[in-house]
């Protein structure tokens, strides 16, 4: 597997990052090489393994269904930008 | 051309937990903005989510309600994308291995075309915050006190072959999860959000037809509507020599027409990853059945125990089993007045009457099932007529009180004694010289469509307490009488 410069930039677009043109190759060989490791990897014959979902070898612990959490909005909101009428303000956005 | 419908639904289930899926924060709702948003709910650095051992119960109840398969091992992932109100960039959820495998549920339409339909899975996820757009200076105002609730999202395979069996489903799927009390169903308030999956094809053809997605359908009138609509767009173009497109399309319910919600079709991109922060759930057999030890009995089970139990008719037993609070209610005032199918006829009737009116949940009611029991214990032992229950009705429902406090305080009490009641249609009689001359003039066999008029004037005279039955006898008695 292979990127390309429309898959530099597609993946930059969906993780919301800002890439200069002039980058993008220079990008592109990184994550290549990063996926021809995957290759590498997936080579490997699995035939029998359990997927392993996480390297820790637990399992998720459970919470009991109990408030823990106190109204905290006014230190909370103290960090944000712009809040208003106790809402946090963003770009306006409209799907 | 013949078309044939095919829609899969995705409907999202809010959990009915105290607290949020991964936090501890409250998730009641209508409280002030972010004022239940925890710092592990606004994705603070630092904060781990910690798993809510009552969203996996209830999610196994479903599972176990729909008959499925229950992932013993259940993994959590990373579903990727940017808005402002999913404040990690992602939304927690399952993919691969889901808490709930394969079930199905058997459905009927009003009509009475039977089916079952194939639940592919559903899974455990968290629910987004609320962006509100109104003008705050062109800017966008975040409520997350939504973010991080518990939701359980029934994905069904393609097997719904009209709107009808579609809004079927959506019912019986709302009567399961709120019998089993994991969600309380309220549409109106979001906790039960349906995504509708529509295609056309030629009937006869195997192959599916391009589908599209109508988004959060809030309300089983509007499933039937929004994928009516859109079932003829897509007939209309086709027919038209176009092609449906696979999009996301919302359905506006004023002007009734389904459009197109992304100007730029754009493949989503996910990214799906197990989650890091959270390790795989485990659960073994003996946590599956403790907990099919606790179910209730489900909606198709009472249904069919009214039935035989009450001798219902299959529409009753099906309309009062579908909501709990409701078949609830029934049982305690067939357990009150020992007869159920006036029961069945009040719940059904004047008591369904007058929540519609009020807009009322039969959880609210103000007449409670005790108060219902006792009025109709009243017009079976013939204290009251059902005409004049309805007006004792009207008084407990606006004023409060048991059945015979207010039959005493309204003298509503029925006239049975004989004597009293010969001495009106006596009246009655001398007053009415003109219909005494018809009624002796008729034929005999016309006679007894002619006491109409008495009966009317005697019921005119005791307000309508005198026993129907005892007037109709004295006065046929003493009439008679006259033509001798």
Partial sequence: MSLDRSDVEQIAHLARLQIDAADIDSYGQSLNSILSLVDQMQATNTEGVEPLAHPLDAVQRLRADEVTESNQREVLQSVAPATEEGLFLVPKVIE | ?484
């Fill in chain 2, 1 to 484: 051309m013949e078309w044939e419908v095919v829609i899969g639904l995705e409907i999202h289930v809010q959990l009915a937990t105290k607290t949020k899926i991964f936090s501890g924060a409250s998730t009641a709702f209508g409280a002030e903005p972010n004022t239940q948003a925890c710092a592990v709910d606004l994705a603070l650095p630092g904060t781990l989510p910690v798993f809510n051992e009552n969203a996996l119960r209830m999610a196994v109840m479903f599972g176990l309600a729909v008959n499925a398969e229950i992932g013993k091992r259940s993994v959590f992932e990373r579903k990727n994308y940017f808005y402002p109100d999913l404040p990690k960039g992602y939304q927690t959820t399952q993919l691969a291995e889901p808490i709930v495998g394969p079930g199905f549920v058997d459905i009927e339409t009003d009509e009475g075309v039977q089916r079952r339909v194939r639940i592919h899975h559903a899974h455990l996820e968290e629910d987004a915050g609320k962006s509100l757009h109104e003008d705050f200076h062109g800017m966008s105002g975040i409520d997350l006190n939504r973010a991080g609730t518990p939701l359980v999202e029934i994905v069904s395979e393609p097997d719904m072959r009209s709107s009808k069996e579609a809004a079927a489903y959506a019912r019986k799927i709302h009567a399961i999860v709120t019998t089993l009390g994991i969600c309380d169903g309220n549409m109106a308030e979001g906790s039960m959000r349906c995504d509708c999956n529509v295609s056309v094809r030629p009937k006869g053809q195997e192959e599916l037809g391009t589908r599209t997605e109508l988004k959060n359908i809030n309300s089983f009138r509007f499933i039937e509507r929004a994928i009516d609509t859109e079932v003829a767009r897509q007939i209309d173009l086709i027919e038209d020599g176009g092609k449906v497109v696979q999009e996301t399309r919302l359905y506006d319910p004023d002007k009734n027409e389904t459009r197109s919600m992304r100007s730029k079709e754009e493949a989503n991109d996910y990214r799906y990853f197990p989650c890091p922060d959270l390790l795989p759930v485990i659960i073994d057999d003996s946590y599956i059945e403790a907990i099919r030890e606790t179910l209730p009995e489900l909606p198709d089970a009472r249904r069919d125990r009214f039935m035989s139990e009450y001798s219902l008719s299959e529409y009753d037993a099906g309309v009062l089993s579908a909501y709990r609070p409701q078949a609830d209610y029934y049982e305690q005032v067939v357990k009150q007045s020992g007869d159920a199918k006036l029961a069945a006829n009040w719940v059904m009737g004047e008591l369904a009457k007058f929540l519609n009116q009020n807009d009322t949940d039969i959880k609210d009611s103000p007449v409670s099932a005790e108060q219902l029991g006792g009025l109709l214990v009243r017009i079976k032992d013939n204290t009251i007529s059902g005409n004049i229950a309805k007006k004792v009705f009207e008084i407990m429902w606006s004023k409060g009180g048991s059945a015979d406090e207010i039959i005493e305080a309204e003298g509503l009490k029925q006239v049975t004694d004989t004597g009293a009641i010969e001495k009106i249609v006596d009246e009655v009689i001398a007053n009415a010289d003109k219909q005494v001359e018809q009624y002796k003039a008729a034929e005999p066999d016309k006679r007894g469509k002619m006491i109409g008029f008495f009966m009317g004037q005697v019921m005119k005279a005791t307000g309508g307490k005198a026993n129907p039955g005892a007037v109709t006898g004295i006065l046929k008695q003493k009439l008679d009488a006259l033509c001798d």
